[in-house]
């Protein structure tokens, strides 16, 4: 049963968010689970399964599919977004008008919104500026290497809740730990959050590589490199340097660019093996948030002015048409380096 009487409820009701809805349903708590798709929301509450993202696994009693975001958040505690970043911005001005005052609002997305660059606790706190200015909300981030359908079998996890109070943070730690779902405190929000949306640029990278028929070589050079830029940028814009070596840092990164549940080393593949992008992501039922984030990402890092190679060779396949194959060549032949 639940420690406490904390409400808690999560919006978005795909893979990640429906098995997160798991843990926190296995310790006792009710928690509503909204969806926009109100024929979705219809079939996990008649079904009791989310048959689209999480087939076969059945789902709790206690998880509540409704497709009413008021209801399913007005009064509550703890709120865990759990939507695209590209739709974020969006769903959260309506939930931050049904928010108590105190309320904690975790992001569970990896990605940067496009037209802004900012991370999803800074679009939260753009958002609550311009919304409901008189509210106190605390903002957390939730991220680590955690495929949604081994957290939803209870396949032991580990990963980290970030806040920039760390009371707040270890409260929500304590919400969501379980016995195969391990949760660590951190302080570092922005480092957290950098490292778990580039990192989804550098599996799409690690695809590319595996669909072209290139070794474990180039995959290891690949995620090393990958996460040297992925440091640089973080740390450029405060971060610290520790985070990207944690769970959230080189943890995500090393599950996302060798996982075979992993959307973006799965476009990645398809890219090396010939396919375009357009009839890539056509055929995918979930989100590859790498593509999407690659376009803000290499935003960023010119508007920082950090160099990022490999970043930019994605950028220019997934935008500018170039070959995959004279990516990798390009980036082979740059200028060697002291590492």
Known sequence: MAKNNTRIAVIGAGSWGTALAMVLASKGYTVPLWGHDTSHIESIRKKGENTRYL??????????????????????????????????????????????????????????????????????EDVRNRLTPEKTIHTAVLSGPSFAKEVAEKIPTAITMGCKRLDIAVMLQQLFVTETFRVYASTDVIGLEISAALKNIVAVAAGICDGLGYGLNTRAALITRGLAEITRLGVAMGAEPATFSGLSGLGDLVLTCTGSLSRN??????????????????????????????????????????????????????????NCSDAVRDLLKRELKVE
């Open 55 to 124: 087939p076969g696994l059945s789902l709790s009693k206690n998880i509540i599919p409704t497709e009413d975001i008021d209801k399913a958040v007005r009064g509550y505690d703890v709120i865990c977004m759990v939507v695209p970043s590209h739709g974020f911005r969006k769903v959260y001005e309506k939930v931050i008008l049904s928010l108590k005052d105190g309320a904690s609002v975790v992001s569970a997305v990896k990605g940067i919104e496009n037209d802004t660059l900012m991370t999803m606790t800074q679009v939260m």
């Open 265 to 322: 080393r799965t476009v990645g593949l398809k890219l090396g093996q010939g396919l375009q992008l357009d009839d890539i992501v056509s055929e995918m039922k979930m989100v590859a948030e790498g593509v999407k984030t690659t376009r803000s990402g290499y935003e960023l890092s010119r508007k920082i002015g950090i160099e990022m190679p490999i970043l930019e060779q994605i950028y220019a396949i997934l935008y500018q048409g170039k």
